[in-house]
């Protein structure tokens, strides 16, 4: 039997001699005629025989020898011709193609709506007719249509969503942030990011899902809505280390709560994770308790008073360049921006004597304030502020461990510590904006008690990070960390870890991902499970508010229809550190649209 399957097999094989002899030729597995261009069904010598002494032979039975082999050159020549210039419009579709979907990722990512594909194709247009006008028609083919750009968007964002549930299958450990905000339309939308790490202590940060909230915003409605976003990305729940919130009531609440409900789905699985409120919002929570409103609120209604009327604006503007003042204008405070109330306070502090002379010369004007215990206050203020905005800085950015965010907060405390000990003495060195004004005696019992209210206040808001103390000492410090202060599972492994020699070398050569990464894990698997679990934790819902900042970009009042679903495509590949497989989405295409 299967002597014989061999045998048709072979017997079917096109044979190299049946190009000289019937003028046939195989292309892609088939046998095709030369000269009239059709295909055998099935490529066996009498077929082809047959073919060629009933259609062609009475024509070609003259070429013989020299003549046969010049006339099969010529054939098999006109054919390959044939095929190039049939391949070539394809292949120029596939780079049109190609092009539509870079120029529609470059647009949403620059926060343009689809419709701008229309003014850069007509921009391409006008590039093609003056630098390379006999290009025109390869320029024309890139479909950047609205419909198109829409499409392209489409395709990209699911295609990096599949990109980002393929990682999240490999996960060891993940946890999630999240946020709701209210967008232009009065929708409520809930961001969901991941972070997860895999066994190679790859950590990958991404948004999971934007989920709208169509009735109430309360805890289980948000809960429901984070299990259609784990659901869709494949994610197991007793895989989820930790959480991240914004502190709302909705998300922590004790019993109905957000993280609540999140924490009892995990102990079902038979697992716990860390709860924890964003630090971003726990150091401005803790710089709003600050104290000296009024000086604050004076400060506020002045500039407004300046720059809410547009003639005293330009004056109050030309002064100061007439002046060569050291700044050109005074900021807006903005109270849902922390950093601005900074900036604010440090233009109004160096431009004092400026606004104070330009609010003198009308009446009407809110007057700064002569008394030097304000001015004292103020300085007070701009000192304290600005060491709170290098704090706010250092807590921010995408890709920072909760470990490293919280050394900058006990950085902080220490740093109050040392201002209160110093001020007790008269020491300034670290008020230089208080050493400029002066301080007065009377005033530093006052100024004592706000850095202790502020250090009071900043043990309070932290303490669940501080609970937690030990775990991060133990993945940032594992060869230093008291071994009776972990927990009882690790205790083993950790001594075995303290003894080794080579490891201890390699901790101080490695950043700490590559150190767990090089530890071996059939020695230390539950240190490198705890090393994953930290690793996964998000320190704040920066990544949310950055999200949110694209979102109210994007769904603006000139683009409120814009659809939950285009929106979620957006924030996608605008977030995203994974690029969309343009090369796979080319693949899957039937076919190519060329625009007329």
Known sequence: MERSRLWHTDKRKFKKTWEQDYFFTEV??????????QRVAVSKEYNIRRHYLTKHAAEFAKYTGEHCKVKLADLLTKLTTQQRTLLQPSTAQENATRASYRISNAIVRSGRAFAAGDFVKECLTIAAQDVCPNQMRVFSQISLSRNTVTR???????????????????????????????????????????RGVNEDFEVCQELAGLETLKGTTKGVDIFMAVERVLDKNGLNWETLSGIMTDGAPAMVGKRAGLTALVSDKVSEFGGSILKYHCILHQEQLCAKNMGLKNVMQDVVAIVNNIRSKALSHRQFKALLDEMDAQYGDVLYHQEVRWLSRGKVLRGFFDLREEIREFQAMKTNNIQVPTDSHWLADLAFLVD????????????QGRDQMITQMYDHVKAFKQKFQLLSRHLSKGNLAHFPSLREVGL????????????NNLEVEFDHRFEDFRGNTTAFELFAQPFSVNVDAVSEELQMELLELQSDSDLHSRFRELSLQDFYRSIPAHRYGKIRKHAQVMLSLFGSTYVCEQAFSLMNLNKSKLRNALSDSHLHDILTLSVSQLEPDIERLLKTKNRLHVSH
Do not use: W
């Open 28 to 37: 892609d597995s088939n046998a095709v005629c030369l000269v009239c261009k």
């Open 152 to 194: 392209r968007v489409e395709d990209m964002a699911e295609d990096v969503r599949g990109q980002i549930a393929q990682r999240a299958s490999h996960f060891s450990a993940f946890s999630i942030a999240c946020d709701e905000s209210t967008d232009m339309s009065d929708s409520a939308q809930l961001l969901v990011f991941l």
């Open 384 to 395: 304290i502020t600005e060491l709170l905005n290098i704090l706010n800085l250092q807590l």
């Open 440 to 451: 007065m005696e009377e005033d530093t019992p006052k100024y004592l008690n706000i850095l």
